[in-house]
């Protein structure tokens, strides 16, 4: 980085014993008291506050790999992260304006910033990208959690005064969604259709919703979560995807393995577009037609479903739900595959084709934290005050009469349960159970705090 640097700030807690969470194999977590040296070159070192537990971290947790990137030596998991400064570097460029003391969101990946999509600003996509808590590269990088933690001072942000550090971690799955609407070229004013109502798909409702849409709709299969969104006025109808069992064929006598596969393809692919038009058809009919569940603060236009959605955000990877979401695309829209699910899929790329809907895909994210930054400071994803449920409460009462979602709950309120550093395995293991032990609530987000001294 350019620029003259800052002279280092001495700092008790630039090297000594580090409590981390070490990922040894699968579902081999241990607590252990590494060391940490004081920050060299460009680093800041970070006191880690505040880390949500992703995907891909229960991934790792669960089987000692997430896909295809293996485990191949012992690792911090964490990447969804925001701190406190407690030293710096010789060569931290004074251009930063970084102090001890400062608050950060962390970016978590590394990227060489020479190369030629490093040069395009899409650095997400640089072959020499090392992710924390990510096992593609050998050696791999250890993630956040743990005390402290050494990182490159150009790749933290500093938050504005009102953006918590919770909120601060969160910008990590708020910049994956970013960048999908980005990639979406969302306009003010189109509709939006959310697959998928976990942590990311949350998001992206709240997100598109502050981005302008007009209406926005979220599809899931879990009761709850449609009602979390709807209470935080982050969706403005919900649909309950039936629990239906998988599509199957008869069994012909002498049909090869091949012939099976293209039939039972087949019957996929027409099983999608026969439950895309239900769901076009409810959303079309008003809330008494969504199911049980259903919920819709405003009716919709009558033509605003006769074709689809002008952006199908994918949230899932869920094969059905890829297919489904490019009949729900209507011509000319844009179908954005934002969840990592199986590698190979059949998809009715002929429908796709005829309508020009257009399929992008979403990895990570490129010169995004300070737009979500700025979301934040700006009020429009921001907790208003009352803690992390307490908004989402009001807005449910706003749900009983007009006016209903009109106002969004900030995005503190995924939190839906956070441990110490020191019960991170009770952590995943409420995160893999869905619900805690203790009281049987719903996992929405897991967090792993530290307000320790």
């Known amino acids: 980085m350019n620029g003259t640097t800052a002279a280092p700030a001495a700092a008790s807690s630039s090297f000594g014993p580090n409590t981390s969470a070490v990922l040894h194999g699968a579902k081999d977590l241990r607590i252990e008291k590494r060391q940490y040296a004081a920050p060299t070159g460009d680093e800041v070192q970070i006191r880690v506050r505040a880390t949500g537990l992703c995907g891909s971290d229960l991934h790792y947790y669960l089987h000692g790999r997430n896909g295809d990137f293996a485990l191949q030596h012992s690792m ?20 930063l304006s970084l102090n001890v003391g400062d608050r950060v969101a962390i970016e978590a990946g590394r990227f060489c910033g020479s190369c030629p999509k490093c040069r395009d600003g899409r650095y997400n996509l640089c072959k020499q990208m090392r992710f924390a808590s990510s096992a593609k590269t050998y050696p791999h ?21 009102n953006v918590s550090l ?78 239906g069992a998988p599509v199957t064929v008869p069994e012909v006598e002498g049909q090869d393995a091949r012939a099976k596969r293209a039939a039972e393809d087949r019957a996929a692919i027409s099983s999608a577009s026969t439950a895309a038009t239900a769901l076009l058809a409810a959303l079309q009919k008003g809330p008494a037609s969504l199911s049980n569940t259903g919920f819709a603060v405003q009716p919709a236009p ?41 590698p190979i899929q059949t998809l009715p790329i002929g429908s796709a084709s005829l309508r020009e809907v257009d399929i992008v895909g979403v990895f990570r994210y490129a010169n995004t934290y300070p737009i979500a930054l700025g979301l934040l400071a700006g009020g429009t994803l921001r907790a208003q005050g009352g803690g992390l449920h307490a908004q989402a409460k009001e807005s449910q009462k706003q749900g009983e009469g007009e006016g209903a979602g009109k106002k969004m709950g900030g995005i503190e309120n995924l939190v839906s349960h956070a441990y110490p550093l020191k ?4 952590a995943f293991e409420t995160l893999a159970n869905g619900k805690d032990a203790e009281h049987g609530r719903g996992v929405v987000k897991v967090f792993i705090t530290d307000d320790e001294p």
């Open 76 to 95: 911090c998991l964490g990447h969804e992260s925001a701190g406190e400064i407690v030293a710096l570097g010789p060569n931290v460029p004074a251009s």
């Open 166 to 243: 919770t909120s601060a971690a969160l910008c990590e799955p708020l910049s994956v969604v970013l960048q999908g609407i980005r990639r979406s070229a969302l306009q003010p004013g189109q509709s939006v259709l959310v697959y998928g109502a976990g942590a990311v798909g949350l998001l992206a409702c709240a997100a598109a919703k502050a981005s302008g849409a007009s209406f926005v709709a979220a599809v899931d299969i879990d009761e709850g979560r449609l009602g979390f969104a709807a209470a935080n006025g982050w969706a403005d109808a919900t649909y309950l995807l039936p629990r």
């Open 423 to 426: 019960d991170a395995v009770k």
């Open 302 to 342: 009558l033509d605003l479903f006769s074709e689809g959605f002008d952006v199908v955000f994918e949230c899932t990877g869920v094969p059905s739900c890829v297919q489904t979401g490019i009949f729900a695309t209507k011509p000319g829209g844009k179908m954005v595959l934002i969840g990592m699910g199986n």
């Open 141 to 161: 990088l250890d993630g956040t959690l743990q005390k402290y933690m050494n990182w490159p001072s150009w790749l933290v942000h500093k938050l504005p005064a």
